[in-house]
């Protein structure tokens, strides 16, 4: 894996090429000193993977991100020093097209590099996930694994969410376009380090007016709150109608997984909702949106020309597990009148699908 590092700072380049020369089968591409010559460096030789800081001269980190993933595309991971205090350039360039972020790697007194192991997992991540369908077949072994069938009252009409690289301003987008009064149960499942789950929560209702949270064990989705997973393991309906987390599978690159999420609910949650596939590279979720589609539910996957990475949204569209593929600016309204039809067919919608 060829590993780009943009960092204005000597001792911060020097520590990066440390830790790419310690992971395994990686190598330094190329090194940049601010965001214009990253721009320029990654459009003659596009890398496999961008250690990106933030705060930089002339370009910082959150405009090279935009404008790398509009020319030359490619997997962005945000790793500074100062992301506590710069949380909302994290959010702004999450939402631009990086992948995710983490605090980067220090030089200890007596010479040695410390907090690696963090930024190594995310590489080992980012590697994985260049292969989209590891995985699945662990997935499917775990789906079918057993349970016993929900139960048959009706429950509330949920609008899910799943989204990867660019997708904090997608959702904010598509809440928003939501009328003031129209307030469903939301649950996010959102490609992010669970460290940085609370900041995103917190800006999330900022940027919404809506109240957000962490999702916790035994957490149900409620009328107006947006209930976001917060954990590496993948979140999952249990048959109960709460929320939990579980480990398995352990061979999916992604976790928390749009796809176990989705699954999840068609075992569990008799009442068909709306659920959304948003930006993002690979194809986590297009199975489970399928899968929720032939349960009954309104589906819809973003548009190429509004995604930052139109790679999860163009699975789902291939696999025909979308029943529209419209923009995220549209996305709003086309969900409150998906999710109003769904209410007035009543109990009927509750017996469409498998």
């Not at 990066?16 to 310690?22: F, K, N, P, Q």
């Not at 800081?53 to 945000?78: H, K, N, Q, Y």
């Not at 593929?325 to 996305?331: A, I, K, Q, Y």
Request: overall charge negative; proline content about 7%; charged content about 25%.
């Amino acid at each position: 894996m060829r590993v780009a590092i943009v960092n204005d700072l000597k001792l911060a380049q020097l520590a990066l090429r440390r830790l790419i020369d310690s992971a395994e089968d990686a190598e330094v591409a190329w090194v940049a000193d601010d965001g214009r010559e990253a721009i320029d460096m990654c459009r003659a030789d596009t890398p496999d993977l961008i250690l990106m800081d933030l705060v930089m001269p002339i370009i910082d980190g959150v405009e090279a991100t935009r404008e790398i993933m509009i020319a030359s595309p490619c997997p962005i991971l945000v790793v500074t020093a100062t992301i506590e205090g710069n949380l909302a350039k994290v959010y702004n360039a999450l939402s631009a097209g990086a992948r995710d972020a983490v605090s980067g790697p220090t030089f200890a007194e007596d010479g040695t590099l410390e907090n690696t192991e963090r930024v190594l997992r995310k590489m080992r991540t980012m590697r994985r996930l260049m292969q989209p369908t590891a995985g699945l077949d662990a997935l499917k072994r775990h789906r079918s694994s057993g349970g016993f069938p929900p139960p048959d009252q009706p429950a509330e009409r949920l609008l899910v969410i799943g989204a990867s690289t660019g997708g904090p301003q997608a959702i904010v987008d598509l809440i928003k376009g939501l009328s003031a009064n129209f307030r469903p149960p939301v649950v996010v499942v959102q490609h992010l380090d669970k460290a940085f789950v609370p900041g995103f929560v917190s800006w999330l209702s900022g940027q919404t007016g809506w109240p957000a949270a962490c999702i916790e064990a035994g957490a149900s989705p409620k009328p107006g709150e947006i209930l976001v997973a917060a954990s590496r393991d993948h979140l999952v309906m249990g048959l109960a109608r709460t929320l939990r987390y579980e480990e398995e599978p352990k061979e999916l690159a992604y976790r928390p997984s749009v796809d176990a999420f989705y699954l999840s609910l068609k075992r569990s949650w008799p009442t068909p909702g709306v659920a959304v596939l948003l930006t993002g590279m690979g194809q986590d979720g297009a199975k489970g949106l399928l899968a929720l589609r032939e349960s009954g539910w309104a589906t819809f996957a973003q548009d190429e020309e509004s995604s930052v990475v139109w790679g999860m949204p163009r699975a789902a569209k291939e696999l025909g597990a979308a029943e529209r593929v419209v923009s995220v600016r549209e996305m709003g309204p086309c969900v409150e009148r998906a999710l109003n039809r769904l209410v007035a067919e009543g109990p009927r919608s509750e017996t469409r699908g498998g």
